[in-house]
């Protein structure tokens, strides 16, 4: 059973396209997150919600959007993607609505802007 | 200066070789404390949570210095199997989660 699942694994695409990265979990958690992962390995939190309230948004183009259509799933579209785009991103969960607790993360989106 | 900084490494040991990591905090109302491990084109996992008093879990033992602002990992008798990238987690208001940039480690046979 996978705990959180992401889709797609790889994604190709072009500058200026609009895409859309999904996650699920199925540990029953409160929270799930959103995370960029660059080229240098930084891994940088974008947002969280907890039971689809949106508690952290980090400084991030409002290109980004996350959407959370029930506690289970975090989607992230961005529209009018850029070069710099290019990243892997990770989606996350924890129970309980705080970041002091265990975070479990999906196997990543390998995002390539062409 | 960054939130958390981590030694980038990598640090290249011998199988058997006891290897320490330091991770240091600006925010001194950082509250709670991790290390993750991160495999190559994979995930992170928690490898242990950092408590106040210190705390182990097999080969592993992590310790929190406050008053120096820092954590350690230390590792003793390195597996072959221990090399990844090692990252520091620092979570503050518990809503504000930092990850450090991770230190590399090879352990060679």
Known sequence: DTAVSQTPKYLVTQMGNDKS?????????????????????????????NNKELIINETVPNRFSPKSPDKAHLNLHINSLELGDSAVYFCASSQGRQTDYEQYFGPGTRLTVT | RKEVEQDPGPFNVPEGATVAFNCTYSNSASQSFFWYRQDCRKEPKLLMSVY?????????????NRASQYISLLIRD?????SATYLCVVSRLSQKVTFGTGTKLQVIP
Do not use: P, V
């Not at chain 1, 996650?23 to 939190?45: A, P, V």
């Not at chain 2, 390195?78 to 221990?82: M, P, V, Y």
């Open chain 1, 21 to 49: 990265i999904k996650c699920e979990q199925n540990l029953g958690h409160d929270t799930m997150y959103w995370y960029k992962q660059d080229s240098k390995k930084f891994l940088k939190i974008m947002f969280s919600y």
């Open chain 2, 52 to 64: 106040s008093s210190g705390n182990e879990d097999g080969r592993f033992t992590a310790q929190l």
């Open chain 2, 78 to 82: 390195s597996k072959l199997s221990d």
